[in-house]
């Protein structure tokens, strides 16, 4: 369904479309060419969209919280959408590790993404005005100001993809391919660390996004999820290259501590297993030739059942 007013934007329904005219399109209406043209990541329109999605004074009402400290403590009346947000802003920033002068320039993308607010009278009426800042800001519009700036941080590592898994056939999922349809934070799943051997996959639903286990996770141990590269496809240095770049931390897995095999690179005539004994663990080796299914760990001395498909 198009906008009855730019070009630029499509909806899925007319309920989709209603919804969004009476909250962020009705800001980002009259800017989206502008915006486009500017060149900004999906994470910038991020978090531009998060605040264009509720009104001025939805984050007024949620200041005392923020800056109160122990936001979700608080025994006071906070509505689902409220907490949405402080979950959100409570996420980490890793600001104490910017540098000069990446602060400095995300600092610029505030600012510019600011201006489009006061451009479009986000504030209220004539706002636009003072958009040269000329004059003193507002405490609110300083407010939304701040937020625009700690929302720019935590979305460079916080934010997941929206996709949609696109079919050719309907009975099969040869050939199917994952289309990126935008990004989105979900301030649960953004908890969740990174492994190279993820414990769970990911998949949306309209603008859910559901997690799955994968594998049996025992009692106490780690629900990761992936960041990116999986250990089976990509190189140590590569995947590590990659984490330290985007998400400024040195992945320290158990595929990455071992240097687990690429998949093309294993050798199909030998197969590893790992001892069935909960305090062992040992690696099994087992050629393919082998007929026996039992086999006696050279660790425990005890006997492990494996089976191949």
Not at 166 to 180: G, L, N, Q, T, Y
Request: net charge neutral; aromatic share 12%; charged share 20%.
């Amino acid at each position: 369904m198009p906008c009855p007013t730019c070009s630029r934007i499509g909806f899925c329904s007319l309920a989709c479309r209603s919804q969004a005219l009476e909250t962020y399109h009705a800001y980002e209406c009259s800017i989206i060419d502008f915006l486009f043209e500017a060149g900004i990541s999906i994470t910038c329109y991020l978090a531009f969209r998060m605040i264009t999605l509720k009104k001025s004074g939805f984050f007024t009402r949620l200041r005392p919280f923020i800056e109160g400290g122990s936001v979700m403590k608080q025994e006071v009346e906070v509505d689902e959408e409220m907490k949405k947000y402080i979950a959100t802003y409570s996420l980490v920033n890793h600001a104490e590790r910017r540098s000069v002068t990446g602060f400095f320039h995300i600092t610029l993308m505030a600012n510019f993404l600011f201006k489009c607010l006061k451009l479009v009278n986000y504030f209220g009426p004539n706002s636009s005005e003072n958009i040269d800042f000329s004059g003193d800001l507002s405490e609110q519009e300083s407010w939304i100001g701040a937020l625009l700036l700690k929302q720019l941080q935590l979305v460079q590592f916080n934010a997941h993809e929206v996709s949609d898994l696109h079919m050719e056939r309907s009975d099969s999922i040869e050939d199917a391919k994952s289309v990126f349809l935008g990004a989105a934070v979900y301030p649960t799943v953004a908890l969740f660390n990174h492994s190279c051997e993820p414990g769970i996959v990911r998949y949306c639903i309209g603008d859910m996004l559901i997690v799955r286990a994968i594998k049996s996770i025992a009692k106490g141990e780690m629900i990761a999820e992936n960041y990116g590269p999986i250990y089976s496809q990509k190189t140590r240095e590569y995947r590590q290259r990659v984490l330290k770049e985007r998400y400024w931390f040195d992945c320290n897995c158990k595929p990455c501590r071992e240097n687990w095999p690429l998949f093309g690179d294993m050798n199909m005539d030998v197969f590893k297993f790992r001892c069935t004994t909960s305090s062992c663990g040992n690696a099994l080796v087992v050629h393919s030739n082998t007929l026996t299914p039992f086999i006696t760990c050279q660790s425990c001395k005890k006997a492990a059942i494996f089976s191949r498909a």
